[in-house]
Nanobody
Framework: QVQLVESGGGLVQAGGSLRLSCAAS????????MGWFRQAPGKEREFVAV????????YYADFVKGRFTISRDNAKNTVYLQINSLKPEDTAVYYC???????????????WGQGTQVTVSS
């Protein structure tokens, strides 16, 4: 079983930056592909980014457009999402996701965190 705990969300002004973190339990972190999803009010949850177990491969949703960067530190069992140039439309609950395949994570893997709220004011 893998447990995921997100942190780093908050209220930020448009144009600002945030770094979200997701800490994972277990001793097999480097075998897990890790991803981020988000869900805005009244909208469906959507894929944001995924990173492979050893960090060699990353993939992003089209809307990211260079503003988001996913990274991981396997020594700390943690994955990060750096978000720059925040826009009000980035307001959402951001969820960490994990599974043993990057392809699976793109569609939503089996392990989910509880989410962290990001609110961007204009």
């Amino acid at each position: 079983q893998v447990q995921l705990v997100e942190s780093g969300g908050g209220l930020v002004q448009a144009g600002g930056s945030l770094r979200l973190s997701c800490a994972a339990s277990g001793r097999t972190f480097s075998s897990l592909a890790m991803g981020w999803f988000r869900q805005a009010p009244g909208k469906e949850r959507e894929f944001v980014a995924v990173i492979s177990g050893l960090g060699f491969m990353t993939y992003y949703a089209d809307f990211v457009k260079g503003r988001f960067t996913i990274s991981r530190d396997n020594a700390k069992n943690t994955v990060y999402l750096q978000i720059n140039s925040l826009k009000p439309e980035d307001t959402a609950v951001y969820y960490c996701n994990a599974d043993y395949s990057s392809g699976t994570v793109k569609g939503g893997g089996r392990y989910w965190g509880q989410g962290t709220q990001v609110t961007v004011s204009s």
